[in-house]
């Protein structure tokens, strides 16, 4: 009688319930309660299985990467440069509208003999040049210069005097690599240029007077500037033949080019539209 109740209580747990002695039913209502019994235990199983499945998806939200095998290839990283490797941007070529240069002048000059002791030779003369340049282009300047030497010619008692030479030029000056901070120069110039010869009064038959020549002059050279600040500079070297054609050639003389070095500072003014 147990046994009966318990079965009895299992079927009617899945929708089933077994004819009771002296019950009937018929054939198709049987079919029916056995294919829904067999439905509720498919779908019991499905949920048992899915519950694992369920919980670990919960405990991963984050899906990690699959680690990689040793001697694997790897993704090549460019290398960022660091700022101690970045190169240093080049210094722009900055133009001024104006060049001024001025300093010490070193001439050297071929004068012809005057007085007892006197004889053609090399003399030396210092004193000063200045330079006005006004930028047109980059490369190309519009230049006007003034110089000034002296040197004592020497003789007895000074006979052969001082001699002085002025110049005043203009003509242009070219710089092939522009304006940068080391800035080669070229240039040419042509003006006039003024010979003194100054003799200091001597006892007779000796006296004094000042000899003045006045000629075209020309001259042409090239140098080297140093730009070290936005505005001041350094005149490394400058050097120039001129012409020096005070004398007319006689059998014991002949004119020579005169040389001169020079040497100062830059200063770079007004700016270029």
């Excluded at 007892?116 to 190309?140: C, K, V, W």
């Amino acid at each position: 009688m147990r046994k009966l109740e318990a079965s009895q209580a299992g079927a009617d747990s899945c929708g089933i319930r077994f004819a009771m002695p002296g019950e009937r039913r018929s054939a198709d209502t049987q079919r029916q309660l056995k294919k829904r019994c067999v439905v509720v235990m498919t779908l019991a199983l499905l949920v048992l299985f899915a519950m694992p499945v369920f919980a670990q998806d919960q405990s991963t939200p984050g899906q990690e990467q699959p680690p990689t095998q040793e001697g694997a290839p790897q993704p090549e990283e460019k290398p960022t440069p660091s700022a101690a490797h970045k190169k240093a941007p080049k210094r722009p070529d900055v133009t001024t509208k104006f060049d001024f240069s001025a300093g010490f002048s070193h001439r050297t000059y071929y004068a012809p003999a005057t007085g007892l002791e006197g004889a053609p030779g090399n003399l030396g003369m210092s004193g000063f040049y200045a330079t006005l340049d006004y930028n047109r282009y980059r490369y190309l300047a519009y230049e006007g210069e003034i110089s000034a030497t002296r040197g004592n010619a020497g003789g007895f008692e000074g006979i052969n005097g001082e001699t002085h030479i002025y110049s005043m030029m203009v003509g242009a000056r070219v710089n092939p690599l522009r304006h940068r901070k080391f800035t080669p120069f070229v240039h040419g110039l042509i003006g006039n240029g003024l010979y003194e010869n100054v003799v200091p009064s001597l006892p007779a038959p000796f006296h004094g007077g000042t000899l003045l020549k006045d000629k075209m002059s020309y001259e042409g050279g090239a140098g080297l500037d140093l730009n070290l600040w936005e505005h001041w500079g350094i005149r490394v070297i400058e050097w120039d033949y001129s012409s020096a054609n005070y004398y007319s050639n006689t059998m014991n003389y002949t004119n020579s080019m005169s040389r001169r070095i020079s040497f100062g500072f830059v200063y770079r003014f007004g700016r270029r539209k």
